[in-house]
Protein backbone atom coordinates (compact mmCIF):
# COMPACT_ATOMS: atom_id res chain seq x y z
CA UNK A 1 0.00 0.00 0.00
CA UNK A 2 3.18 2.53 1.13
CA UNK A 3 4.50 1.40 -2.46
CA UNK A 4 1.18 2.25 -4.13
CA UNK A 5 0.53 5.59 -2.50
CA UNK A 6 4.70 6.35 -3.21
CA UNK A 7 3.76 5.93 -6.73
CA UNK A 8 0.43 7.76 -6.93
CA UNK A 9 2.29 10.52 -5.45
CA UNK A 10 5.19 10.56 -7.73
CA UNK A 11 3.06 10.59 -10.25
CA UNK A 12 0.35 13.81 -9.27
CA UNK A 13 4.29 15.68 -8.43
CA UNK A 14 4.87 14.58 -12.12
CA UNK A 15 1.30 16.30 -13.09
CA UNK A 16 1.88 19.34 -11.27
CA UNK A 17 5.00 19.90 -12.28
CA UNK A 18 4.35 19.63 -16.32
CA UNK A 19 0.99 21.87 -15.81
CA UNK A 20 2.92 24.68 -14.16
CA UNK A 21 5.78 23.97 -16.87
CA UNK A 22 2.52 24.21 -19.62
CA UNK A 23 1.38 27.50 -17.74
CA UNK A 24 4.30 28.71 -17.45
CA UNK A 25 4.45 28.47 -21.48
CA UNK A 26 1.57 30.02 -21.81
CA UNK A 27 2.30 33.19 -19.99
CA UNK A 28 5.56 33.70 -21.73
CA UNK A 29 5.36 36.63 -24.37
CA UNK A 30 4.38 35.60 -27.71
CA UNK A 31 7.06 34.89 -29.95
CA UNK A 32 7.82 38.38 -32.42
CA UNK A 33 7.76 37.63 -36.32
CA UNK A 34 9.05 40.12 -38.88
CA UNK A 35 6.39 41.87 -40.71
CA UNK A 36 6.49 40.74 -44.44
CA UNK A 37 7.47 43.23 -46.63
CA UNK A 38 5.02 43.67 -49.54
CA UNK A 39 6.81 44.14 -52.72
CA UNK A 40 5.23 46.04 -55.90
CA UNK A 41 5.55 44.62 -58.85
CA UNK A 42 8.13 45.65 -60.89
CA UNK A 43 7.46 47.21 -64.16
CA UNK A 44 5.03 50.39 -65.22
CA UNK A 45 1.45 50.40 -63.56
CA UNK A 46 -1.66 50.30 -65.98
CA UNK A 47 -2.03 53.77 -65.98
CA UNK A 48 1.83 54.59 -66.61
CA UNK A 49 2.11 51.97 -69.41
CA UNK A 50 -1.05 53.76 -71.14
CA UNK A 51 0.67 57.00 -70.68
CA UNK A 52 3.23 55.95 -72.81
CA UNK A 53 1.58 55.15 -75.66
CA UNK A 54 0.65 58.03 -78.06
CA UNK A 55 -2.33 56.31 -79.79
CA UNK A 56 -4.18 56.10 -76.35
CA UNK A 57 -3.56 59.46 -75.56
CA UNK A 58 -7.42 60.45 -75.56
CA UNK A 59 -8.22 57.89 -73.34
CA UNK A 60 -5.45 58.39 -71.31
CA UNK A 61 -6.98 61.71 -70.67
CA UNK A 62 -10.48 60.07 -70.52
CA UNK A 63 -8.94 58.37 -67.64
CA UNK A 64 -7.33 61.45 -65.62
CA UNK A 65 -11.13 63.11 -65.95
CA UNK A 66 -12.65 60.70 -64.37
CA UNK A 67 -9.87 60.40 -61.10
CA UNK A 68 -9.08 57.21 -61.82
CA UNK A 69 -5.58 57.41 -62.39
CA UNK A 70 -4.04 56.54 -58.60
CA UNK A 71 -6.97 53.62 -59.02
CA UNK A 72 -5.20 51.67 -61.54
CA UNK A 73 -1.42 52.62 -60.84
CA UNK A 74 -1.52 51.44 -57.15
CA UNK A 75 -0.26 48.20 -58.02
CA UNK A 76 -2.02 46.28 -55.43
CA UNK A 77 -4.80 46.64 -57.69
CA UNK A 78 -5.14 44.17 -60.27
CA UNK A 79 -7.57 44.96 -63.79
CA UNK A 80 -7.87 43.84 -67.53
CA UNK A 81 -8.04 46.96 -69.64
CA UNK A 82 -10.07 47.64 -72.83
CA UNK A 83 -8.79 50.77 -74.00
CA UNK A 84 -9.50 52.09 -77.30
CA UNK A 85 -7.28 53.95 -79.23
CA UNK A 86 -7.63 57.01 -80.69
CA UNK A 87 -9.17 56.75 -83.98
CA UNK A 88 -11.94 54.81 -81.55
CA UNK A 89 -12.14 57.78 -79.22
CA UNK A 90 -12.66 60.26 -81.92
CA UNK A 91 -15.69 58.46 -83.23
CA UNK A 92 -17.17 58.28 -79.69
CA UNK A 93 -16.52 62.14 -78.95
CA UNK A 94 -18.06 63.39 -82.16
CA UNK A 95 -20.97 61.31 -81.61
CA UNK A 96 -21.27 62.61 -77.93
CA UNK A 97 -21.42 66.27 -79.33
CA UNK A 98 -17.32 67.38 -80.20
CA UNK A 99 -16.77 68.42 -83.61
CA UNK A 100 -15.22 66.59 -86.03
CA UNK A 101 -12.24 66.41 -88.14
CA UNK A 102 -10.40 68.28 -85.43
CA UNK A 103 -6.50 67.71 -84.12
CA UNK A 104 -6.76 65.75 -80.85
CA UNK A 105 -5.53 68.64 -78.54
CA UNK A 106 -9.38 69.51 -79.50
CA UNK A 107 -10.53 66.33 -78.50
CA UNK A 108 -8.44 66.47 -75.34
CA UNK A 109 -10.04 69.73 -74.13
CA UNK A 110 -13.47 68.77 -75.29
CA UNK A 111 -12.87 66.17 -72.56
CA UNK A 112 -12.01 68.17 -69.87
CA UNK A 113 -15.07 70.99 -70.56
CA UNK A 114 -17.31 68.57 -71.39
CA UNK A 115 -17.47 65.22 -70.57
CA UNK A 116 -18.98 65.26 -66.40
CA UNK A 117 -16.17 62.92 -64.36
CA UNK A 118 -18.54 61.10 -62.98
CA UNK A 119 -19.56 59.83 -66.33
CA UNK A 120 -15.98 59.57 -66.98
CA UNK A 121 -15.59 57.16 -64.37
CA UNK A 122 -18.31 55.71 -65.24
CA UNK A 123 -16.83 54.68 -68.65
CA UNK A 124 -13.17 53.88 -67.57
CA UNK A 125 -14.93 51.47 -64.51
CA UNK A 126 -17.38 49.66 -67.16
CA UNK A 127 -14.22 49.06 -69.24
CA UNK A 128 -12.05 47.57 -66.06
CA UNK A 129 -12.30 43.92 -65.05
CA UNK A 130 -11.34 43.51 -61.74
CA UNK A 131 -8.62 40.52 -61.98
CA UNK A 132 -6.07 39.86 -64.92
CA UNK A 133 -7.56 38.51 -68.01
CA UNK A 134 -5.67 37.30 -71.02
CA UNK A 135 -6.94 36.08 -74.52
CA UNK A 136 -6.14 32.44 -73.63
CA UNK A 137 -8.30 32.44 -70.90
CA UNK A 138 -10.93 34.13 -72.75
CA UNK A 139 -13.76 30.87 -73.60
CA UNK A 140 -14.84 31.30 -77.57
CA UNK A 141 -18.11 29.11 -76.33
CA UNK A 142 -21.64 29.76 -77.35
CA UNK A 143 -23.23 32.29 -75.88
CA UNK A 144 -21.08 34.61 -74.65
CA UNK A 145 -19.49 34.27 -71.71
CA UNK A 146 -19.48 37.56 -69.08
CA UNK A 147 -17.30 38.28 -66.62
CA UNK A 148 -18.23 41.47 -64.12
CA UNK A 149 -16.76 45.01 -64.41
CA UNK A 150 -15.67 47.62 -62.30
CA UNK A 151 -18.70 49.47 -62.72
CA UNK A 152 -21.51 49.30 -60.11
CA UNK A 153 -24.85 50.63 -61.70
CA UNK A 154 -26.33 51.12 -57.74
CA UNK A 155 -23.53 53.39 -56.76
CA UNK A 156 -24.95 57.09 -55.86
CA UNK A 157 -27.88 55.43 -55.06
CA UNK A 158 -30.52 54.49 -52.47
CA UNK A 159 -30.42 51.14 -53.20
CA UNK A 160 -26.84 50.78 -53.19
CA UNK A 161 -25.65 47.27 -53.24
CA UNK A 162 -21.98 46.83 -53.11
CA UNK A 163 -22.24 43.60 -54.62
CA UNK A 164 -24.15 44.45 -58.14
CA UNK A 165 -21.75 44.93 -61.48
CA UNK A 166 -22.85 45.62 -65.02
CA UNK A 167 -21.41 42.71 -66.82
CA UNK A 168 -18.86 42.67 -70.09
CA UNK A 169 -18.57 40.65 -72.77
CA UNK A 170 -15.08 39.30 -74.24
CA UNK A 171 -14.99 36.61 -76.42
CA UNK A 172 -11.75 34.93 -78.67
CA UNK A 173 -15.05 33.08 -80.97
CA UNK A 174 -14.44 34.37 -84.36
CA UNK A 175 -11.76 36.59 -83.13
CA UNK A 176 -11.27 38.63 -80.47
CA UNK A 177 -13.61 40.77 -78.87
CA UNK A 178 -15.06 42.61 -76.01
CA UNK A 179 -19.06 42.60 -76.56
CA UNK A 180 -19.04 43.24 -80.26
CA UNK A 181 -16.37 45.50 -80.96
CA UNK A 182 -13.49 43.60 -82.33
CA UNK A 183 -9.78 43.63 -80.25
CA UNK A 184 -7.29 45.35 -82.40
CA UNK A 185 -4.38 44.47 -80.21
CA UNK A 186 -4.22 42.08 -77.10
CA UNK A 187 -2.38 40.94 -74.05
CA UNK A 188 0.31 44.52 -73.28
CA UNK A 189 1.30 43.46 -70.09
CA UNK A 190 1.59 45.89 -67.17
CA UNK A 191 2.98 45.72 -63.67
CA UNK A 192 -0.58 45.50 -62.36
CA UNK A 193 -2.78 43.66 -65.48
CA UNK A 194 -3.25 43.50 -68.86
CA UNK A 195 -4.38 45.90 -71.54
CA UNK A 196 -6.57 44.76 -74.89
CA UNK A 197 -6.96 47.81 -77.70
CA UNK A 198 -10.54 48.16 -78.82
CA UNK A 199 -11.47 49.26 -82.20
CA UNK A 200 -14.54 51.44 -80.51
CA UNK A 201 -15.41 52.76 -77.16
CA UNK A 202 -17.03 49.61 -75.46
CA UNK A 203 -19.87 51.90 -73.58
CA UNK A 204 -21.88 50.89 -70.44
CA UNK A 205 -25.41 50.21 -71.49
CA UNK A 206 -28.07 52.52 -69.64
CA UNK A 207 -31.27 51.08 -70.08
CA UNK A 208 -33.58 47.48 -69.90
CA UNK A 209 -34.51 45.45 -72.71
CA UNK A 210 -38.35 46.53 -71.41
CA UNK A 211 -37.69 50.49 -72.28
CA UNK A 212 -36.24 49.38 -76.03
CA UNK A 213 -39.11 47.14 -76.46
CA UNK A 214 -42.51 48.67 -75.56
CA UNK A 215 -41.02 52.17 -76.96
CA UNK A 216 -40.18 51.00 -80.44
CA UNK A 217 -42.73 51.85 -82.74
CA UNK A 218 -41.80 48.95 -84.93
CA UNK A 219 -42.28 46.44 -82.17
CA UNK A 220 -45.40 47.37 -81.27
CA UNK A 221 -46.79 44.09 -82.20
CA UNK A 222 -43.84 42.11 -79.81
CA UNK A 223 -45.25 44.39 -77.14
CA UNK A 224 -48.50 43.48 -77.02
CA UNK A 225 -47.60 39.76 -77.61
CA UNK A 226 -45.15 40.21 -74.28
CA UNK A 227 -48.58 41.82 -72.24
CA UNK A 228 -50.98 38.56 -73.63
CA UNK A 229 -48.32 36.39 -72.81
CA UNK A 230 -47.92 37.78 -68.87
CA UNK A 231 -52.21 37.49 -68.81
CA UNK A 232 -52.91 36.41 -65.01
CA UNK A 233 -49.25 36.22 -63.90
CA UNK A 234 -48.16 38.43 -60.98
CA UNK A 235 -45.94 41.27 -62.64
CA UNK A 236 -43.43 41.20 -59.88
CA UNK A 237 -42.09 37.69 -59.78
CA UNK A 238 -39.92 36.01 -62.43
CA UNK A 239 -43.14 33.88 -64.11
CA UNK A 240 -43.50 37.52 -65.85
CA UNK A 241 -41.92 38.23 -68.81
CA UNK A 242 -41.95 42.27 -67.93
CA UNK A 243 -40.16 41.74 -65.19
CA UNK A 244 -37.96 39.54 -67.08
CA UNK A 245 -37.19 41.98 -69.52
CA UNK A 246 -37.33 45.40 -66.95
CA UNK A 247 -34.86 43.83 -63.85
CA UNK A 248 -31.02 43.91 -63.66
CA UNK A 249 -30.36 39.96 -63.09
CA UNK A 250 -32.06 38.27 -66.06
CA UNK A 251 -28.92 37.85 -69.43
CA UNK A 252 -31.21 36.99 -71.99
CA UNK A 253 -31.10 37.84 -75.98
CA UNK A 254 -34.09 38.89 -77.57
CA UNK A 255 -34.77 38.06 -81.68
CA UNK A 256 -37.59 41.12 -81.62
CA UNK A 257 -40.14 40.44 -85.00
CA UNK A 258 -40.88 43.96 -86.33
CA UNK A 259 -44.71 44.99 -86.80
CA UNK A 260 -44.58 43.85 -90.68
CA UNK A 261 -43.28 39.82 -89.21
CA UNK A 262 -46.41 39.73 -86.90
CA UNK A 263 -48.62 41.21 -89.35
CA UNK A 264 -47.57 38.55 -92.00
CA UNK A 265 -48.05 35.95 -89.54
CA UNK A 266 -51.42 37.44 -89.12
CA UNK A 267 -52.59 37.33 -92.38
CA UNK A 268 -51.13 33.66 -93.29
CA UNK A 269 -52.49 32.25 -90.28
CA UNK A 270 -56.33 34.00 -90.93
CA UNK A 271 -56.39 33.32 -94.30
CA UNK A 272 -55.45 29.61 -93.95
CA UNK A 273 -58.10 29.22 -91.43
CA UNK A 274 -60.98 30.77 -93.20
CA UNK A 275 -60.04 29.20 -96.83
CA UNK A 276 -60.56 25.95 -94.83
CA UNK A 277 -63.59 26.31 -93.50
CA UNK A 278 -65.02 28.19 -96.73
CA UNK A 279 -62.97 27.56 -99.79
CA UNK A 280 -63.59 31.18 -100.30
CA UNK A 281 -60.26 32.52 -101.46
CA UNK A 282 -62.80 36.59 -101.11
CA UNK A 283 -63.62 35.59 -97.62
CA UNK A 284 -60.51 34.60 -96.51
CA UNK A 285 -58.80 37.67 -97.85
CA UNK A 286 -61.28 39.91 -96.71
CA UNK A 287 -61.26 38.50 -93.04
CA UNK A 288 -57.35 38.28 -92.81
CA UNK A 289 -57.11 41.73 -93.66
CA UNK A 290 -59.41 42.75 -91.17
CA UNK A 291 -57.10 40.49 -88.60
CA UNK A 292 -54.27 42.94 -89.96
CA UNK A 293 -56.36 45.80 -89.60
CA UNK A 294 -57.38 45.34 -85.94
CA UNK A 295 -53.09 45.55 -85.11
CA UNK A 296 -51.50 44.97 -82.14
CA UNK A 297 -54.80 44.22 -80.58
CA UNK A 298 -55.50 40.90 -82.44
CA UNK A 299 -52.99 39.48 -80.00
CA UNK A 300 -55.69 40.38 -77.20
CA UNK A 301 -59.09 38.45 -78.73
CA UNK A 302 -59.84 34.68 -78.32
CA UNK A 303 -58.40 34.13 -82.05
CA UNK A 304 -55.34 33.05 -80.50
CA UNK A 305 -54.78 31.64 -77.11
CA UNK A 306 -52.33 33.24 -73.95
CA UNK A 307 -50.86 29.68 -74.10
CA UNK A 308 -49.71 30.03 -77.99
CA UNK A 309 -49.00 33.79 -77.45
CA UNK A 310 -46.76 32.51 -74.42
CA UNK A 311 -44.88 30.06 -76.35
CA UNK A 312 -44.21 32.50 -79.60
CA UNK A 313 -42.62 34.97 -77.12
CA UNK A 314 -40.71 32.65 -75.05
CA UNK A 315 -39.58 30.78 -78.95
CA UNK A 316 -37.70 34.24 -79.57
CA UNK A 317 -35.62 34.44 -76.40
CA UNK A 318 -32.33 32.78 -75.70
CA UNK A 319 -31.06 32.20 -72.10
CA UNK A 320 -28.24 34.19 -72.22
CA UNK A 321 -26.49 36.91 -74.33
CA UNK A 322 -25.53 36.17 -77.95
CA UNK A 323 -23.90 39.23 -79.98
CA UNK A 324 -23.94 38.37 -83.49
CA UNK A 325 -19.64 37.99 -83.74
CA UNK A 326 -20.62 34.99 -81.52
CA UNK A 327 -22.45 33.57 -83.46
CA UNK A 328 -21.86 30.11 -85.58
CA UNK A 329 -20.63 30.48 -89.50
CA UNK A 330 -22.25 26.98 -90.17
CA UNK A 331 -26.01 26.81 -88.87
CA UNK A 332 -26.03 25.30 -85.71
CA UNK A 333 -29.59 25.11 -83.31
CA UNK A 334 -29.75 26.11 -79.76
CA UNK A 335 -32.21 25.99 -77.27
CA UNK A 336 -34.30 29.06 -76.16
CA UNK A 337 -36.58 29.75 -73.15
CA UNK A 338 -38.93 27.51 -74.54
CA UNK A 339 -36.62 24.53 -73.77
CA UNK A 340 -37.52 25.25 -70.14
CA UNK A 341 -41.07 23.23 -70.39
CA UNK A 342 -40.11 21.25 -73.41
CA UNK A 343 -36.63 20.27 -73.06
CA UNK A 344 -36.76 17.97 -76.00
CA UNK A 345 -37.63 21.12 -78.10
CA UNK A 346 -34.89 21.36 -80.95
CA UNK A 347 -34.76 25.06 -80.58
CA UNK A 348 -33.68 28.11 -83.13
CA UNK A 349 -31.05 27.42 -85.86
CA UNK A 350 -28.35 30.60 -86.37
CA UNK A 351 -25.79 31.32 -88.49
CA UNK A 352 -23.87 34.71 -89.73
CA UNK A 353 -21.58 35.62 -92.14
CA UNK A 354 -18.46 37.75 -91.51
CA UNK A 355 -16.80 40.27 -94.13
CA UNK A 356 -13.52 41.14 -92.82
CA UNK A 357 -14.12 41.63 -89.01
CA UNK A 358 -17.41 42.54 -88.78
CA UNK A 359 -20.52 40.14 -90.11
CA UNK A 360 -22.43 41.24 -92.61
CA UNK A 361 -25.52 39.01 -92.50
CA UNK A 362 -26.93 36.82 -89.96
CA UNK A 363 -30.18 34.37 -89.19
CA UNK A 364 -31.91 32.77 -87.17
CA UNK A 365 -34.54 29.56 -87.90
CA UNK A 366 -37.08 28.03 -86.10
CA UNK A 367 -37.96 24.80 -86.30
CA UNK A 368 -41.52 25.26 -88.12
CA UNK A 369 -40.55 27.82 -90.56
CA UNK A 370 -40.00 27.14 -94.23
CA UNK A 371 -37.40 29.67 -94.57
CA UNK A 372 -34.79 31.64 -92.03
CA UNK A 373 -35.74 35.08 -90.50
CA UNK A 374 -33.51 37.85 -91.67
CA UNK A 375 -31.53 39.80 -88.79
CA UNK A 376 -31.09 43.28 -89.80
CA UNK A 377 -27.85 44.27 -89.61
CA UNK A 378 -27.00 47.78 -87.96
CA UNK A 379 -25.22 47.28 -84.53
CA UNK A 380 -25.30 51.67 -84.54
CA UNK A 381 -27.08 52.57 -80.91
CA UNK A 382 -30.85 53.30 -80.64
CA UNK A 383 -33.13 54.60 -81.84
CA UNK A 384 -32.19 52.90 -85.39
CA UNK A 385 -29.88 50.54 -84.76
CA UNK A 386 -31.35 46.98 -85.30
CA UNK A 387 -28.61 44.25 -84.65
CA UNK A 388 -26.18 43.90 -81.01
CA UNK A 389 -28.83 46.70 -79.58
CA UNK A 390 -26.76 46.20 -76.07
CA UNK A 391 -28.56 46.67 -72.70
CA UNK A 392 -27.87 46.30 -69.16
CA UNK A 393 -29.88 42.74 -69.13
CA UNK A 394 -29.34 41.61 -72.93
CA UNK A 395 -29.36 41.97 -76.48
CA UNK A 396 -31.96 42.53 -79.01
CA UNK A 397 -31.60 41.50 -82.80
CA UNK A 398 -34.68 42.79 -85.14
CA UNK A 399 -35.91 39.59 -87.63
CA UNK A 400 -38.12 40.00 -90.50
CA UNK A 401 -40.38 36.49 -89.75
CA UNK A 402 -42.12 35.37 -86.56
CA UNK A 403 -40.06 32.29 -85.25
CA UNK A 404 -42.53 29.24 -85.13
CA UNK A 405 -42.08 26.75 -83.20
CA UNK A 406 -44.20 24.09 -84.44
Known amino acids: MK ?32 TPVVVAPAGLALGETIATIADDSLYYRMIVRGGMLATINNKSNIFTMFVPNNAAMRQFLVAIGAPSGQPDAVYSGFITAFVPATTAASIISYNMIPQKITTASVPGTFPNWFYPTHLNPTSGT ?82 SL ?40 AIATAQANGAVAAGPAFLSTNNVSTQMVKGIVVYHMLGSRAFLNNFPTTATSYPTLLNGGIPSHPGVRLTCTFTGPFVSAASVKGAANATASNIAINP ?22 VLLPQ
Open 3 to 34: YIAKKIKIHFLLAVAAMMFILSACNKDVEQFA
Open 158 to 239: PGFNPLVRLLTVPSTRNGNWINNIPLLAVNLAAANGVIHTAAAMPAPPQKVLAQRIFADADMTYLAAAINRADSGVTPTTSA
Open 380 to 401: TPEPNGTSDQFFVNGVIHKIDQ
Open 242 to 281: VWVLSNFGPNVTVFAPTNAAFQNLIFGLVYQQVFAATGSV
